[in-house]
């Protein structure tokens, strides 16, 4: 089992920045991608991005491309998502997400974090 827990989520107005983090404990020992989805009210968990065990290869929506970047910290459990350029459109419930394979886009992902609120203001 792995757990995961965000941080860094909050209120920014449009134009700012923000840095979510997210730590994985547990069987951590594996390689695992991580990566990150968002949900609005009333709509389906969107993916957002995604980073391979090794930080070597990274992918990502086409909504974010250009404003935001994810990396992984040297010891691989922690990934952070760096968000830019904010849009009222991004105000959501940040989600970090897990699992072994690469590279998922759909909601498949085997471990999901309890989210983060992110709210951009107009």
Known sequence: ????????????QAGGSL???CTASGRTGSKYTMGWFLQTPGKEREFVAAIKWNGRSTY??????????????????TVYLQMTSLKPEDTAVYYCVADSRWVLTTTEYD????GTQVAVSS
């Open 1 to 12: 089992q792995v757990q995961l827990v965000e941080s860094g989520g909050g209120l920014v």
């Open 19 to 21: 840095r979510l983090s």
């Open 60 to 77: 990502y929506a086409d909504s974010v491309k250009g404003r935001f970047t994810i990396s992984r910290a040297s010891d691989k459990n």
């Open 111 to 114: 471990y999901w974090g309890q």
